[in-house]
């Protein structure tokens, strides 16, 4: 056991009891424990396989291949619409975990199957920008730069964040109002 986990659960203020319980179940399975992203993560071999993460009204256990896990009982959920790998078993309770328990186990083994055999998810499709965006870039031949440059993870979510909009001219003051962020080459949540 990991004491930085341990530090962690002890400040936990929502779901302290939730993780005890699933602690020992994912430390059964020959998995190593370590804080990762503020969290505690847990990992077979060098590889991140699950992560606890606490929400408002549940507690996560976050697959980080979920996605090319079988699911066979059916209690992986989808992160969020653009969430391609990860999915998540949701927990509210300590019975929730104990009722859990042996799914939790299997999927974990599945997960570690899927690292050993070196298993990676597709290449991402290609990202589809709004209309307001590919026009202002094929205007600006500095903001297109500076928007190639970023990381494709960048792109994507100021690609989410202007197609949120459901009128034209928000998604267009959405693109202005950013376009110096871009330049600067900062992400859509940098300061």
């Known amino acids: 056991m990991n004491p930085k986990v341990d530090a962690y659960i002890e400040r936990s203020e929502q779901w302290p009891e939730e993780m005890r319980a699933l602690r020992p179940i994912l430390l059964s399975c020959d998995l190593t424990e370590e804080i ?7 990992g077979h071999e060098g590889k991140n ?4 993460q606490e929400m408002r009204g549940f507690l996560a256990l976050m697959f ?7 699911d066979s009982e059916g209690v992986l959920e989808e992160q969020g619409p653009n969430s391609r790998s990860a999915r998540r078993m ?6 929730d975990v104990a009722q859990l328990g042996d799914v939790v186990k299997a999927y974990v083994r599945e997960a570690i199957d899927v690292e050993e055999a070196g298993l990676e998810m597709g290449p991402a499709p290609a990202l589809q920008l709004v209309a307001e965006l590919r026009d202002r870039l ?3 031949p500095a903001l297109q730069a500076a928007f190639e440059s970023l990381t494709p993870g960048r792109q994507r979510e100021y690609n989410l964040y202007f197609s949120g909009a459901k ?5 267009t003051k959405r693109v202005e ?4 962020k871009i330049l600067a080459g900062k992400g859509f949540r940098d300061r």
């Open 36 to 42: 990762k992203w503020g969290k505690p993560c847990y």
């Open 167 to 171: 009128q034209a001219t928000t998604r």
């Open 138 to 140: 094929d205007t600006d």
């Open 64 to 70: 980080f291949k979920g996605a090319m896990l079988g």
């Open 49 to 52: 396989v699950v992560i606890l």
């Open 177 to 180: 109002k950013c376009a110096q």
């Open 90 to 95: 949701v927990f509210t309770s300590v019975d």
